[in-house]
């Protein structure tokens, strides 16, 4: 089945542990991207990534890092969470072309700090 | 750059009834629009999307929506809403990488 698989779906943390959420697609997908939802703010992007080695700044990616060392993996790193960073996140990924293929979205993770 | 505003935060309809939940972009070139629906507890789905040609566009369960460039808006609709469409509605706009998304429209459906 094609997915995109986020581990751990829940996580509670302390201020401070540096922690890492792992995603994964088996679609062999170019682009990806990390999102967070908070509520009345809708979706804004953390960190995308065009291909392998190749990685960009969202909207929002104070406090965030990220990796692309092969093309399935796309791991988000908090290094010093704090409680502002308690939220939803999304990871997603799509295809490269020029049809406008959506997003496939994992199933999110919830962090509390 | 692009941005992406849903005018309604909470929306109510009766089952059976029609819908329009409303979107409104702003984007420098012809744009991907796109929308989701989340579930509770669910991640997004891609209900449907619009990148070129026919300006009236179908997607999954009944949904439709329609681009029109002059008001700079991708509104989605359904003729008749089912109590399973309760959910969170969201629009984005394109490129592809780096889509913005709408803050989202909640959904309910009364019996």
């Known amino acids: 089945e094609a997915q995109v698989t986020q581990n751990p779906r829940y996580l509670i943390t302390v201020t401070g542990k540096k922690l890492t959420v792992t995603c994964s697609q088996n679609m062999n997908h170019e682009y990806m991207s990390w999102y967070r939802q908070d509520p009345g703010l809708g979706l804004r992007q953390i960190y995308y990534s065009m291909n392998d080695e190749v990685t960009d700044k969202g909207d929002v990616p104070e406090g965030y890092k990220v990796s692309r060392k092969e093309k399935r993996n796309f791991p988000l790193i908090l290094e010093s969470p704090s409680p502002n960073q308690t939220s939803l996140y999304f990871c997603a990924s799509n295809r490269a072309g020029g049809s406008g293929y959506g997003y496939t979205f994992g199933s999110g993770t919830r962090l509390t700090v | 750059a692009q941005s992406v505003t849903q005018p309604d935060i909470h929306i109510t309809v009766s089952e059976g009834a029609s819908l329009e939940l409303r979107c409104n972009y702003s984007?420098?070139?012809?744009?991907?629009l796109f929308w989701y629906v989340q579930s509770p507890g669910q991640g997004l789905q891609l209900l449907l999307k619009?990148?070129?040609?026919?300006?009236l566009v179908q997607g999954i369960k009944g949904f439709e929506a329609e681009f029109k460039r002059s008001q700079s808006s991708f509104n989605l609709r359904k003729p008749s809403v089912h109590w399973s469409d309760a959910a969170e509605y969201f629009c984005a706009v394109g490129p592809q990488i780096d889509m913005r998304f709408g803050a989202g429209t909640r959904l309910t459906v009364k019996p």
């Open positions: 619009y990148f070129s040609g026919d300006t």
């Open positions: 984007y420098g070139a012809t744009p991907y």
